[in-house]
């Protein structure tokens, strides 16, 4: 079966820096769109960053623009987050997934609805 497992949550000050890592199998890797998706407390979740199956194209929100970059290793079937001059507002629960576009499927999907195959979630905290 597909297991989705991440890592790399940690309680850090702001201005500091984390690296998050999801290993993803029982599916071949480099056939799955990867996805960050957080959940700030009382909010919805939302996508953070995206990543198409080689590499390219990727996706990041507005609010991480600039800050986060999203990688993969296809090679070791994982997917990473590097996270700079972190923010309080940065705080949540940050899950990854996975999902398999349509074989023509032109751009990278990272609305949380589309993804099928997720992880438990790494906690992220940044304090003032």
């Known amino acids: 079966q597909v297991q989705v497992v991440e890592s790399g949550g940690d309680l850090v000050q702001a201005g500091g820096s984390l690296r998050l890592s999801c290993t993803a199998s029982?599916?071949?890797?480099?056939?799955?769109?990867m996805g960050w998706f957080r959940q700030p407390p009382g909010k919805e979740r939302e996508g953070v960053s995206c990543i198409d199956r080689v590499g390219l194209p990727t996706f990041y929100a507005s609010s991480v623009k600039g800050r986060f970059t999203i990688s993969r290793d296809n090679a070791k079937n994982t997917v990473y987050l590097q996270m700079n001059s972190l923010k309080p507002e940065h705080t949540a629960l940050y899950s990854c997934?996975?999902?398999?576009?349509?074989?023509?499927?032109?751009?990278?999907?990272?609305?949380?609805?589309?993804?099928?195959?997720w992880g438990q979630g790494t906690q992220v905290t940044v304090s003032s």
């Open positions: 029982g599916l071949t890797f480099e056939s799955y769109t």
């Open positions: 997934a996975a999902v398999r576009p349509p074989s023509l499927y032109y751009g990278v999907l990272c609305g949380p609805a589309e993804f099928r195959y």
